[in-house]
Each structure stands twice: as C-alpha cells, then as structure tokens.
C-alpha cells in the first residue's frame, strides 16, 4: 500500500507539478560552456566572449528514460556576456583569472516548460566567478574556481514566464586540457562543475545537488604555414547528474525528496577558428542529447567568439 501511494505521488510529480515549474529539472550549469581549451585561460589582459546558446526539446522522460506525453516544444535562447580580467602576475605559480557573466535568455533555464506560450525572456541570473587560479605546464593546462550564480533574473512560483532559477548557487568548476602531442595539436579536454542550491523563493524547495561534466577531444590543423591561423576540430559531449535529493516540499504534503533525480547526455562536435596573434577565437558546438532520465531531451547548439586586449608588454607563453 506504501509503494502504491509513493508510485502515485512520484506520477503526480511528473505529469503535473513539473510543466507548472514546482520541481527542479535542470541544473544552473546551462550545458554548451565548454567543450575543447576547456583548462585553457585567456592571456593576461581584458577578455569579451560572447556565446549563444539554443536547447530545444520536443520529449520530456522519466525516471526510466520512457517519454512522457507533453504538449508542444521547450526551447531556450540564451546570449551570454563574458568578461574575463586576468593580471599580470603569478600566485602560487598560477595565473589569476575573474569572470563576470551577464546572460539574457527566452525561455526558463532550470525548469522545462512544453508549449508555444511557456517562458518569458529577459535578464537572466547572473555569474560571478571571483576565484580562479590556473597552471600552465608542460603538458597540460588546468585550473579551479569558485563561482555563484546570483538569482537576479525574474522569478514568481507556478509563473509560466520566469527567466531565472529563483535561488542562489554554488559552484566548484575545474577545467583541463592535457596534450597528447609534444607540440600540443591533440588534445583531451574536461570541465566539471559541482553546484550547491538555496530555497527557491516563495516555496520550501531547495533543489539537490548537480554534477556536471563537459568533455571533448580536439585536434589542432594549421592553416597557413607561420601557423597565424589555425583550425580545430574536435567530438565534444556532456553529461549532468542530479546527486542529491531536493529538500522541502514540491506542494502541502508532497515531500520534494520523492521527485525522481535527473540526468542528461550528449555528444556532438565543435569547431573553432583560431588567430593567437590577434588574440580572437571563434567557435561553433553542436550537440544532440542521446539518453535522459527525469530531464527533457534534446539538442544543443552553440556558437560565439572571444577576443582578448592583452596588458600592453606582455607575450603569448
């Protein structure tokens, strides 16, 4: 009788609470970050990147991976401003890096929402990454950081046109690229982010816990013989797990524990366009989901250029 009653709570979350946003079903994370130079930090100096990001889905699963019915699409457009410093100088034999991130986006990041009307659009939560600190050695580039996300987009419980997530997140992020090759053209490449959540506001939820990680292999390709332009290539993928139970309750007297954890992965590819003597990189990443467990599944597409105005004396290393 108790598993019976627990099965129908867990239906009830999925087919109903969820397309009304009372349960979390993504992480802050937007996957499409990183992929290739994922432990690579820009150069010393002022640093603009600007990446737009589109998930859309048109199937929302389970707990097992089984489709469940919804109506219409979700899609998400988000545009990313990335301001990166970093100074000219060492600590603990590792450069120094700070990140602001100002995104606006149409459509709910955190919580998917199915049908032609779901979604607002505007500023969306904002990402501080005070705290990064990265080494370059032989073979490998690599770096931590501590990042928050503070919840400045708009939020109003059971809205079907909120921006952001509604609480605050922690976040512990690394990333690294080891070379394959002496003269660094191959290369593996990973980032993790491990983010902890606030109360939503205006409920007694607080989502669990999310891990996510964001893989590629890449490959470097001259296109000219001074190499002052370069071409890579690379097959790029994500994974992001649900690690902890929600807190709280979803409604009066449905636990939030009882929503099933969720779990997304992709694959796909990513290519850039590089000129290191210009300090300019531009970028496009395209990357179908192929399993999801209590997550809507769908696509991935990316696409942005960064640029970087070094601190007058200083040289590429």
Do not use: C
């Amino acid at each position: 009788m108790v598993q019976t009653v627990r099965r129908a709570l867990v239906i009830v979350i999925m087919l109903v609470l969820i397309p009304y946003g009372l349960a979390q079903q993504k992480g802050q994370w937007l996957p499409g970050q990183s992929g290739l130079n994922a432990g690579v930090l820009p150069e010393p100096g002022f640093t603009y990147a600007n990446l737009t990001i589109n998930y859309s889905a048109d199937s929302m699963k389970d707990s097992n991976g089984h489709s469940i019915p919804v109506h219409g699409n979700y899609g998400v457009w988000a545009i990313e401003h990335n301001f990166y410093f970093v100074p000219n100088f060492k600590f603990l034999g590792g450069r120094l890096a700070m990140l602001a991130s100002v995104p606006t986006a149409n459509g709910s990041l955190t919580v998917p929402q199915f049908g032609i009307n779901a979604g607002g659009h505007g500023l969306a939560d904002v990402w501080i990454q005070p705290a990064t600190l990265g080494w370059r050695l032989p073979r490998a580039d690599t770096y931590v950081a501590y990042a928050f996300s503070a919840p400045v987009g708009r939020y109003t419980p059971v809205a079907t046109d909120n921006v952001g997530s509604g609480y605050w997140g922690h976040h512990f992020v690394t990333g690294t690229t080891a070379y394959l090759t002496k003269n660094k053209g191959t290369s593996l490449n990973l980032t993790t982010d491990w983010e902890f959540h606030g109360k939503k506001t205006g409920s007694d939820m607080t989502p669990g816990q999310a891990f996510t990680a964001e893989w590629g292999l890449g490959q470097m390709l001259p296109l000219d013989k001074q190499q002052k332009k370069l071409l890579q290539l690379g097959l790029i993928g994500y994974d992001q797990w649900q690690v902890s139970a929600n807190g709280g309750t979803i409604a009066p007297g449905v636990p939030a524990s009882l929503a099933p954890y969720y779990s997304v992965h992709a694959v796909g590819f990513q290519t850039n366009f590089i000129v290191p003597a210009k300090g300019l990189s531009l970028y496009f990443k395209y990357e179908p989901e192929y399993r999801a467990r209590a997550h809507s599944q769908g696509t991935t597409i990316a696409f942005g250029a960064s640029w970087t105005l070094r601190i007058p004396g200083t040289t590429r290393q």
